[in-house]
């Protein structure tokens, strides 16, 4: 049966449409976000971590409701958007006083992952004084990491859900395009590296990018109850060469094209940034290009 429309990877076909609207019809007295609960536990759709999609589907419901295939109650309430209300990270104080010298007399470093710790304000924080791009939340399942010398910050690293597509990315894991939107979430995306600019020490940022690569994946695990096989991460090459990168054995992978995930136009609206990969397991194509369902 031919697709009414496709909505973050799901067909929804014209049967899927008459069943919304019975659900509605059989439920007047419900709302929106209910509604979307509902139909999630009938299609049994869930996130990887067993969670509802419940915000997906509400997108899926709205915009079935736009192009004229159901009619949605009206809505009771506007809610928050946390994106555009969120408030910016408060400025912490911290010793700044210049860490120079050699890599050695600075270890053993210490590494927490301080995502939903006490400790993950004072990340973001640095995070948003300090890297160039400022604080911004992290899409979807993330890990944040504060690297410390005796109690001293030095470094923070964020890591989030990967974007939907980057075409130098899937042709180097040689996934489908069904395959990627299943196993998607088993991809990493290295969203923010942060050296706090008082900390001289060569080779540290690929030391660090050694040691998260071996305890990335059990952190995730026990985090969100599945593995990551594979990390990414953008570099502007108008600012950076990579160097850290490549010295940590990552791959160059090639480059965006400029476009965003909305994009329409086909034409490049912003940078272009070069692509960095990095696998975790010497069967990662395997993995992530395997069928589950």
């Not at 049967?15 to 709302?31: T, V």
């Not at 985090?223 to 490549?246: A, N």
């Not at 990552?250 to 476009?259: A, D, E, P």
């Amino acid at each position: 049966m031919e697709a009414l429309l496709t909505y973050r990877g799901k067909q929804v076909t014209a049967e899927d449409a008459a069943f919304i609207r019975r659900l509605i019809a059989k439920n007047p007295g419900d709302s929106r976000r209910v509604l979307s609960a509902k139909l999630c536990q009938a299609w049994d759709w869930r996130q990887p971590n067993g969670a509802l999609r419940d915000m997906v589907c509400r997108g899926l419901m709205l915009a079935l409701d736009r192009a004229g295939h159901i009619q949605l109650p009206a809505r009771r309430r506007i809610p928050p958007n946390p994106l555009v209300e969120r408030k910016k990270p408060a400025p912490q104080v911290i010793d700044s006083h210049p860490l120079h010298g050699p890599l050695s007399q600075i270890l053993p470093l210490e590494i927490q992952q301080v995502r939903r710790t006490p400790l993950e304000t004072l990340c973001n924080s640095l995070i948003d004084q300090y890297h160039y791009l400022g604080y911004v939340q992290p899409v979807g399942e993330n890990l944040k990491y504060l690297v410390s010398f005796q109690n001293r910050p030095v470094a923070c690293l964020t890591f989030s859900s990967a974007p939907r597509h980057i075409g130098c990315r899937d042709r180097f894991i040689g996934w489908t395009a069904p395959v990627r939107r299943q196993n998607l979430h088993l991809l990493a995306y290295q969203s923010r590296f942060l050296i706090l600019p008082w900390v001289r020490v060569p080779h540290l940022a690929s030391h660090l990018l050694g040691r998260l690569s071996r305890v990335l994946t059990g952190d995730w695990q026990r985090l969100y109850q599945h593995p990551v096989y594979f990390l990414e991460t953008f570099v502007d090459p108008e600012r950076f060469r990579g160097t850290c990168y490549q010295a940590a054995n990552w791959i160059y992978l090639g480059q965006t094209t400029g476009r965003g995930k909305d994009d329409h136009t086909y034409r490049p609206n912003r940078s272009l940034k070069a692509v960095f990969g990095y696998p975790l397991c010497r069967d990662f194509r395997r993995r992530l290009c395997e069928r589950t369902t």
